[in-house]
């Protein structure tokens, strides 16, 4: 039986130790320097009573939301185990803040998606009056996603998400108040690093899932996924760190890999998978000569910093304005596109203002919870919060994505398995860097190691798993290019009331596009099509 060592204990570690460890092939050694679950270590369990009776709920860091029509993988796993799933509520509230000395100020309220979440023509209707133009832009977008994801076009498209909206004439006012800070909130990173981000990868997640699919937590929280996927016999968790990776020189002929633990130790193993950011995985492998040094060198991942708390004096605006997730943005960024770098709040991790503020009002975002303790999560903390009252308090590290991203994720796939070392993560699978990338990748690789993950048939065509090449097989087409093709959506399958709907639509944004303007009796039919479609969206699954 072959010995494999997986370092990390993330979720793409834990998923590829499980489906390794459930094969007759493997046993699997799993490293974690903290000795907690890499997975949940940011998790706690938070009292949500003052009374005497405790009221305790799991908090996951960051939050976990999942939205089914984006994680079909991570539903394929979910569903397996068995896992109970609660419905969660996340529309977003935006402000403008003013810099002080050692604090921000609040100016004013930019945009509510409290109506428009529902996608109704009433509720539509309710949220434009509210906040007039800027909601109209932001129907226009979804249509344009819509429009490009349908057709295929995004899949030929290569620019970044800013150069797409500003060529098709979109109001400065709307990029910088409402498209880009939301987005921003949604893949953690900061406004900057949104305008870079490859066009159709948004798309995607606006048209697959994001906008089009309920959003749900695991009511355990994560711990509950993690303990599922460790529950294993040849799953060993070593809680220590690794130094370095490297061949067997004593033995080349043995083909396997040293690992030397933090306290000296050398352990010989025939494959090992890493399963941490880049920056720690191309730290592993600097005594190894390899060709992952160079591509895992290039990726760029930013720190998010997340705080649990109750500090409600943070909420500066009125508990009646108080939304799932609170989102506040520095009007210099609003006026000029600009931001001051300067930092205050920790010195132990400073934050700039480079990223908006996100408080996560827990309470409002899961309904299940009846407590009368309001609890806030806040990430990138941008006013002090008061000690006593933190639960919980980490940093973790977000892949940068910018059109190139999808070269080096190519670069990496090809490399994978190379003097049998595998690298695994939501940086090495295409799409916005979350727990879809984890699983969908690891499930590749373990098919590459010779084992399959029991919760996906090899008969099921259909799975969008079974859509993609096997690293080291020969295919025409690299693995970025399965992905866009696989996520196409087939028009032919739709109702036929929908296409009708959708065909009219995509006629609107296709004249639209032609001229880049708005004329009121256009402007007004565009908005009724585009409600048409997205109330039929709630109605039928995709």
């Known amino acids: 039986m072959k010995r494999v060592a997986v370092v990390g204990s993330g979720l793409a570690g834990l998923t590829i130790a499980h489906i390794l460890a459930n094969s007759d092939d493997y046993v699997v050694d799993i490293y974690e320097k903290s000795g907690r679950i890499g997975m949940s270590s940011q998790s706690a369990s938070v009292n949500f009573s003052s009374g005497e009776v405790p009221d305790l709920h799991p908090v996951d860091a960051p939050m976990r939301m999942i939205a089914p029509g984006y994680y079909p993988n991570l539903m394929s796993l979910i569903e397996h185990f068995d896992i109970e799933l609660v ?6 509230t935006i402000f403008s803040y003013e810099k002080l000395e050692d604090d921000i100020k609040i100016k004013e309220k930019l945009f509510d998606f409290n109506t428009i979440k529902n996608a109704s023509i009433w509720n539509l209707s309710q949220s434009l009056y509210k906040s007039g133009i800027l909601g109209i832009e932001y129907a226009r977008f979804l249509t344009t996603a819509a429009y490009f994801k349908i057709t295929g076009k995004s899949n030929d498209l290569n620019c970044s998400l800013i150069e797409f909206v500003t060529e098709r004439g979109y109001s400065t006012e709307f990029i910088r108040t409402l498209l880009i800070p939301y ?27 994001a906008f089009n699919s309920k959003l749900y937590k695991v ?13 294993h016999p040849k799953i060993n968790m070593i809680p220590i760190g690794v130094k370095s990776i490297k061949l067997n020189t004593k033995d ?22 890493i399963a941490t950011p880049p920056k720690q995985a191309h730290q592993l492998l600097k005594h190894q000569s390899t060709s992952f040094n160079d591509i895992l060198g290039d990726i760029r991942c930013t720190p998010v910093k997340v705080t649990t708390h109750s500090d409600t004096s943070c909420m500066t605006h009125p508990k009646t304005e108080w939304a799932p997730n609170n989102l506040y943005i520095d009007e210099e960024y609003i006026q000029h596109g600009t931001i001051t770098t300067d930092t205050f ?41 008061r000690e006593d009252l933190i639960i919980k308090s980490g940093v973790f590290w977000r892949a940068y994505f910018d059109p190139s991203s999808e070269q080096n994720i190519d670069k990496l796939d090809k490399l994978q398995g190379t003097d049998n070392i595998w690298v695994v993560g939501s940086y090495t699978f295409p799409g916005v860097p979350l727990l879809e990338g984890c699983i969908a990748n690891s499930i590749r690789i373990a098919k590459a190691m010779g084992a399959s993950a029991p919760w996906i048939s090899e008969k099921d065509s259909n799975h969008p798993i079974n859509k993609y090449n096997i690293p080291g097989t020969s295919t025409k087409q690299s693995l970025t290019q399965a992905y ?20 009219m639509f995509m006629i609107m944004i296709e004249c639209m596009l032609s001229v880049q303007l708005f004329y009121p009796l256009t402007l007004l ?7 048409a479609r997205l109330v039929l969206t709630t109605l039928i699954q995709i």
Do not use: W
Not at 87 to 92: D, E, F, M, T
């Open 183 to 209: 987005i921003s909130s949604l893949v953690t990173c900061s406004l900057k690093d949104v305008e870079q981000y490859p066009a159709k990868v948004i798309f995607d997640f606006f048209e697959i899932g």
């Open 345 to 385: 709040c920790d010195a132990n991790h400073p934050i700039d203002f480079t990223s908006g503020m996100n408080h996560t009002y827990i309470n409002a975002s899961q309904p299940h919870i009846q407590g009368d303790i309001n609890v806030i999560q806040t990430t990138n903390p941008l006013v002090p919060i």
């Open 252 to 273: 080349q002929s043995s083909k396997k890999l040293v690992i030397t633990t933090d306290d000296d130790i050398e352990e010989l193993y025939d494959d090992v998978i």
């Open 87 to 92: 419905r969660a509520k996340i529309y977003s």
């Open 525 to 531: 039919i565009f908005l009724l099509i585009n409600s």
């Open 484 to 503: 866009y093709t696989s996520a196409k959506v087939n028009f032919q399958k739709l109702p036929y009331l929908y296409q009708i709907v959708t065909l």
């Open 219 to 231: 009511k355990g929280g994560v711990n509950t996924m993690c303990e599922k996927l460790l529950d």
